[in-house]
């Protein structure tokens, strides 16, 4: 199998998922979230150098939701990707961020905060669904400060390439730490720390790829009383070991993904 083609099947390995936001109001939002993505696939059992790729996208996206007995019906429709840098050789261009454009995700958000039922459109739904599953953390609406608690889930998808429908669980452990006043209004400051668990597979020319890994990661939100998210930074940090037919052993792969978002309305 060629470098390139091991390279693009790990390309991006964060993707668009590592953005978390608490719960939408039911009123429409707008966030636009800031990512620097960093990725190093070491490609010394091919005899060839490392390959370093530094991408730098703003993406948009639109939240609407509606109340229903017992929680509410929500919908996320990613309204457009930017590439704004990339350094290195990834076979990376705007045109693939354009094919996100207008991805829709849909799903249920109990009252304890939980998400359930997640559904994407089109092939690039699973995407969309492993973002929307990121925007609803279970956070309920009376946490205070003083508040702990962990949250676990298992989501399929992360990312694109071989981690499209990569199977991830995640442990976060979350505590409300204070209170603050962003743009006029009083928030809780919402932060998480947590570790998952990344398998998956693809099939491809050269065969079955395979990949196994850890990640961990930390989330500061300011959430204010009505639920709305006024302000957001996160940090994830993946380490991947890629099979393939070719390879004599399994090709490591690591990324660190920061990204901030900011409320929009």
């Not at 925007?135 to 205070?144: E, N, S």
């Not at 409300?176 to 009083?186: D, L, M, N």
Request: net charge neutral.
């Amino acid at each position: 199998m060629q470098a390139r083609s091991v390279f693009t099947a790990v390309a991006l390995v964060a993707g668009l998922s590592a953005f978390a936001a608490p719960l939408t109001p039911p009123a429409p939002q707008r966030f636009r979230i800031t990512s620097t993505n960093h990725q190093v696939v070491d490609l010394s059992a091919f005899s060839q150098p490392e390959q370093v790729t530094h991408i730098v996208t703003s993406a948009y996206v639109s939240l609407t939701s509606t109340d229903s007995a017992g929680g509410r019906a929500v919908k996320m429709t990613i309204d457009s990707v930017h590439l704004d840098t990339l350094a290195g050789d990834a076979p990376i261009t705007q045109a693939n961020f354009d094919s996100l454009r207008g991805t829709v995700a849909t799903a249920w958000v109990a009252a304890n905060g939980a998400i359930q039922n997640a559904k994407g459109e089109g092939d690039r739904g699973p995407q969309a669904v492993a973002l929307l599953n990121d925007l609803f953390p279970k956070v309920t609406p009376r946490a205070k400060v003083g508040d702990k608690w962990t949250d676990t889930t298992e989501t399929t998808g992360m990312g694109a390439g071989i981690l499209a429908n990569a199977s991830i669980r995640r442990v976060t452990n979350w505590a409300v730490s204070g209170e603050e006043t962003v743009a006029g209004t009083k928030a809780r400051k919402v932060d998480g720390a947590y570790s998952q668990s990344i398998t998956g597979s693809m099939e491809s020319p050269q065969g079955t790829l395979t990949v196994d890994g850890t990640g961990t990661g930390t989330a500061n939100y300011s959430i204010a009383a009505d639920g709305r998210m006024l302000k957001g930074t996160t940090l994830l940090n993946l380490q991947i070991a890629v099979s393939i037919p070719q390879a004599p052993e399994p090709i490591p792969v690591t990324g660190t993904l920061n990204s901030t978002i900011t409320a929009l309305r």
